[in-house]
């Protein structure tokens, strides 16, 4: 094969185009080359291409995938031809004061993030809606354990990691936590915050559909429809008295922090992860954050640490939680569209294409 499949972001409600991108006849070294197995749908990309924030075009979009690996640039200590894998959205220079120094390498200074790159910028094979994508030299890269299916994997590389990440950065002490949001984000949350023990975690959301899955990833549904939400507001604090000690913000809407700020108690931990658009006001003032000594921390994707963690994580729970449940059936990538319609239904938390 001479060249991979593509599918092109040309900017907001414009349909994803087909195209084709040259494969280079020798890699760089330290690059590798990967066949897409199968990608899954972001929410981020939802964002993208809803015109909810702006990237560069045009681009290849999609960042969470399973790939095989076909071409390596020389030599890279325990990795192989054939080798299934997933990789750090994002490439870090290593070297910078935010890589060496703040322990941000997600926010590296030169950072490179696939997904989100244009066509223009190296060989063009950046994101995962195509048959293949090289991986740039220094790129953190995760070895899928044997079994587990490209669906289950996929969204770790971003949801999950995410998770771990916004996990690490929390009081060491929780016996209760509300998570905001039963998405991707928010049904791993509960899944993690359970295995750590943590003895009360509630999920809000006013989707029923995915409030049925709450229970099932270690969580108590709250529906937070207008009707249901006075008699749901006393049972978290039947719960939890004083207040949750932890709040994860993961639904992407900011109108629901005045909600957290309620539930949480004072001297409480509130972590910001799923608003990541500009639309996103706060409904707050700052004597409320005073007042209730709070804590906000904002979590923007992860370290590569975040991104094993994850997949180890995954491994660990398999059969503790119904993973598979998340993902819809693979659409063929040449019917990306119809993935994207999918997606906007809300129906799965994760839709997944494959070439």
């Not at 092109?8 to 990967?34: C, K, M, N, W, Y």
């Not at 990440?165 to 359970?194: D, E, F, H, W």
């Not at 709450?214 to 006393?234: C, K, M, Q, T, Y």
């Not at 409320?288 to 992860?302: A, F, L, P």
Request: proline residues 6%; charged residues 15%.
């Amino acid at each position: 094969m001479s060249s991979a499949q593509v599918q092109i972001f040309d900017g907001p409600d414009i349909s994803l185009r087909s195209d084709t991108i040259e494969l280079p006849h020798q890699l760089e070294t330290g690059a590798v080359l990967v066949e897409i197995l199968l990608a899954t749908i972001c929410g981020s990309d939802m964002h993208t291409i809803s015109g909810q924030r702006s990237e560069p075009t045009p681009l290849v979009l999609g960042h969470e995938a399973v790939g095989r690996v076909v071409a390596i640039g020389g030599t890279i200590d325990g990795l192989a031809v054939d080798d299934r894998i997933t990789w750090t959205i994002a490439d870090s220079c290593g070297a910078c004061s935010y890589c060496k120094e703040y322990a941000l390498p997600e926010k590296c200074e030169r950072v490179f993030k696939y997904g989100h790159a244009p066509v223009t910028d190296g060989t063009g094979l950046n994101g995962c809606y195509a048959s293949h994508i090289i991986l740039r030299p220094g790129t953190t890269v995760v070895k899928i354990p044997v079994g587990m299916p490209d669906a289950v994997a996929a969204p770790a590389n971003c949801a999950l990691s995410t998770v771990c990440n916004a996990v690490s950065r929390m009081p060491s002490t929780i016996r209760s936590a509300m998570v905001q949001g039963a998405g991707m984000l928010g049904l791993y949350a509960c899944a993690y915050l359970k295995e750590m023990g943590v003895e009360h975690v509630f999920c809000s959301d006013i989707n029923i559909e995915r409030l049925s899955l709450v229970a099932d990833f270690g969580g108590i549904p709250l529906d937070i429809r207008e009707e249901s939400w006075p008699v749901n507001r006393a049972n978290v604090f039947r719960c939890a008295p004083d207040g949750v000690d932890v709040v994860l913000e993961m639904a992407g809407a900011s109108q629901l922090v005045a909600q957290g700020l309620e539930l949480m108690r004072t001297g409480g931990y509130y972590s910001f992860v799923g608003m990541v658009h500009p639309n996103s006001p706060l409904p707050v003032t700052g004597e409320q954050i005073i007042r209730k000594c709070v804590t906000i921390q904002g979590i923007h994707n992860y370290s590569p640490v975040h991104l094993q963690q994850g997949i180890e994580f995954l491994e660990k729970t398999r059969g503790h939680f119904p993973y598979d449940r998340l993902v819809s059936p693979p659409i063929p990538l040449s019917r990306i569209d119809e993935a994207v319609a999918l997606a906007r239904t809300q129906k799965f938390c994760g839709v997944a294409v494959a070439p």
